[in-house]
Nanobody
Framework: QVQLVESGGGLVQAGGSLRLSCAASGSFFSINDMAWYRQAPGKQRELVATITSSGNTNYADSVKGRFTISRDNAKNVEYLQMNSLKPEDTAVYSC?????????????????WGQGTQVTVSS
């Protein structure tokens, strides 16, 4: 089993910063693409940023220039540095990872989700 555990959420004033972390644990062959999603009350889940295993990144237009996604492959940790936060960034942020496991002579690929962490930005 593979688990993702997020940390770093909280309450911050507009213009402030937060850093989210997502740590993977368990038994796996590799962690591939990783991502951060968010979901605000009454809204659909939104893809915030992605990062490949080699470090290539993509961002939603709404966070470009303010958020930075990164990862430490040696520690199996993904980060989301959020600067210049706005009230509209308020949401539950969840990390996602594509995982490869090797079992009984075969490779298995599947997605794993974290439990989510609340980010609240006050105006």
């Amino acid at each position: 089993q593979v688990q993702l555990v997020e940390s770093g959420g909280g309450l911050v004033q507009a213009g402030g910063s937060l850093r989210l972390s997502c740590a993977a644990s368990g038994s796996f062959f590799s962690i591939n693409d990783m991502a951060w999603y968010r979901q605000a009350p009454g809204k659909q889940r939104e893809l915030v940023a992605t990062i490949t295993s080699s470090g290539n990144t993509n961002y939603a237009d709404s966070v470009k220039g303010r958020f930075t996604i990164s990862r430490d492959n040696a520690k199996n940790v993904e980060y989301l540095q959020m600067n210049s936060l706005k009230p509209e960034d308020t949401a539950v942020y969840s990390c996602n990872a594509g995982v490869t496991r090797f079992s009984r002579g075969r490779y298995y690929n599947y997605d794993v989700w974290g439990q989510g962490t609340q980010v609240t930005v006050s105006s």
